[in-house]
């Protein structure tokens, strides 16, 4: 019974990965490996040809940059996160759990609001980057700018996890170094160190997967230097309808992200199940020192996570203050642009959870069913793997999902049920890991005390496990509407002229020539991050709102 | 008269009950003795029927029921941690099995009501179930699993997480309202001194078998 309804539940998923992610990588593969064209004349059926990447200039020089960027940013967000991690988590302070809980806000954020947010501020009309230009130093046309958007995701990310991770640390342990004479930075180095490294090494795995498979970012603020493969693989199929080279671009980003997220997923096993410590107690600072460390941890977190922010909500306050902001939002484009980003959303939400919860209860049931029984190697292997593949959408980016669609589909590309699948696929691992996770939390009696209390296994779930889990699916509902609104690479490949998103129009807006185009996408942007908080708000719902399933059960 | 017939579990490749039988008559608790991993708890979840035996059969008043869901077998488990709902309220808590019966909830609720005055809890009807101290929280889940008039009652070490003076008290509270109830009743634990208080007859399990004790 458990199997037939672990079976039955899998299947929607199930479908849903093999037609809008499997089929279209396969394809790719084929284009790939098949044709292994560069442009130097279509060779079909050499194979070969695709290690010809390596031989082109400009190719390689993308592949390496892209690489490089990704390394670079995890280093810098290494550097900055791990002290600021360190104050937030061994310092008591007024303040504390508010800059924790806006530690999330760039994950709400989309992509091209953070790109926006990055020219406002550093542009060659932003705050900071007018007077430089000014002074003959324009940062356009450099490095510096797409890997301080970097920074502005994947800082937040780092510190999270590192506060997490020293959180996790134990304190006698540190205490026994230290009556053991080790100084406090030796009792840092010998005994919390090892125990964070992991789960540092994990987040940089994340941050170099974000990076490396960039587009947004990379495609306003890398300018034609600085552009990633995923820009260049844009550019091809869009304004050169080169699909060989593009393919053979695509199958050596999916074989390199694939090879980091096997790192990540390695990583994230040793992780799991780190048992109950006692974790070191935060103290208020004590002396000058102490409160610099903190103020200096709060100024790197301004700076790289909020200024740019910030610096959109001035730009478009000045906007609406001159009266342009109104004449933007009034205009039928931006109307109609917001009407589309709602209604996609609303739709890829909706098939978003339905997929999210099918997949995580498939899951649980598998894992049920193992319990019951006792799990044989091949039931192990198939929920391992089942689990696994909620994680898939994550690994391959949107662009490759995207081409891999036109490909596999060129007489759907234009169809809304194509364009509602992709977004879906992009948004519903978020409800599926929230799901498992919180599933896995769950004691396994609720259901059976319901169970035996007379519940058929609907109304188990219906009144038991979806109640006590309801929490961690408004949470992974958020984020996936969040990944939705912003969804900026698929819309910009499947998309129809009609179907101009918030992302788009800002989009097309900065390709315009002129200041009023760039003061009109800076206005588009801070309503779409407007309404990106929003929907995250109101579907997360209030933060005080305590866990049941976490409540202690025995008093 | 609840009976567990020949029954045989493996777990990890290894025989967990091997040929188990047992049989407990209606106002009669047995107790399973045994150390922990010993198989006892298993056995009590194949006897509610969440845990499938590999083979052997489980009957109630001469009706197989191996295959009867857990919802249809009308038994109630009291779990270990107690497993009550952190969502709901005590008094919704106790009311959870009527509803499933297709009782309304407004009468699920009264009939909870006087269920809890009758265990000395009707000033926390209201209060979320992790406010309540452990002995509340036990009366609570004794309660929820009597108010359906189960036909057998399942104790999954119902005492091992309160303290030894609770331990006590509430034994005795205990085999009163069981014996009250009228229903067959098994009793896993490893304290002896808790089974001796609470059961008529006592079985030890060693190597997948019972042994009897008494």
Known sequence: MQR???????LLPLAFLAVLLAAPVLRLL???FGTGDLGGGVVPGEPLRWLALWQDDYLRWRVVWSFLQAAITCVLALLLGLPVAWVLARREFAGRALVLRLLMLPFVVPTLVA??????????????????????LSLEETPWLLLYGNLFFNLCLVVRAGVDALEQVSAPRVAA???????????????????IAPWLASALCLVFLYCFSGFGLALILGGQRYATVEVEIYTLVAYELALGPAGVLAVWMLGLTGAVALGYAWLERRLAAPGRVTPIARTRPRGALQWLA?????????????????????????????GQGAAVLAEPETLAALWNTLRFTAMALTLATGLGLSHALAVRAI???????????????????????????????????????????????????????????LAYPFVAKS?????????ANYAQAAATLGARPWRVLWRVTLPLVGKALRRGMAFAAATALGEFAVTLFLSRPEWTTLTTLIYQRLGRPGGANLDAALVLACVLMGLALLAFTLIEGPSDDADPATKTRVG | MLELRDIHKQWDHRPLLAGVSLSVQAGETVALLGASGSGKSTLLKIAAGLEAPDAGTVWFDGVDITELPPEQRGFALMFQDFALFPHLNVVDNVAFGLVE?????????????????????????????????????????????????????????????????????????FRERIREAGIAAILVTHDEAEARAMAQRAWGMKDGALVPLW
Request: hydrophobic fraction near 55%.
């Open chain 1, 4 to 10: 037939l309804t672990a079976r039955s539940l899998a």
């Open chain 1, 30 to 32: 084929a284009e790939g």
């Open chain 1, 115 to 136: 790109a926006l947010g990055v020219l406002a501020l550093w542009g060659p009309r932003g705050w900071l980057g007018a007077p430089l230009a000014e002074a003959g």
């Open chain 1, 177 to 195: 170094a230290r009556t053991l004479g080790a100084t406090p930075w030796r009792a840092f180095w010998r005994v919390e160190w090892p125990s």
């Open chain 1, 294 to 322: 903190v103020w200096a941890a709060v100024a790197v977190l301004l700076l790289v996570c909020a200024a740019p922010l910030i610096a959109i909500l001035g730009h478009a306050a000045r906007a609406f203050w001159q």
């Open chain 1, 367 to 425: 894992d049920s069913a193992g319990a019951v029984r006792g799990a044989s190697a091949a039931q192990g292997a198939w929920a391992l793997g089942w689990r696994t593949a909620a994680y898939l959408p994550f690994v391959v980016s949107p662009v490759t999902v995207a081409f891999g669609l036109l490909l596999l589909y060129p007489s759907w590309t234009a169809s809304l049920a194509l364009l509602i699948g992709a977004y879906a696929l």
């Open chain 1, 435 to 443: 799901l498992m996770a919180a599933l896995d939390n769950l004691p």
């Open chain 2, 101 to 173: 019966q297709g009782v309304r909830k407004a009468q699920a609720r009264e009939r909870a009501r006087t269920m809890l005055q009758r265990f000395g809890l009707g000033a926390h009807a209201n209060s979320r179930v992790w406010t309540l101290s452990g002995g509340e929280q036990q009366r609570v889940a004794l309660a929820r699993a009597l108010i359906t008039q189960p036909r057998a009652l399942l104790l999954d070490e119902p005492f091992s997480a309160l303290d030894a003076t609770l331990r006590e008290q509430l034994r005795g509270e």
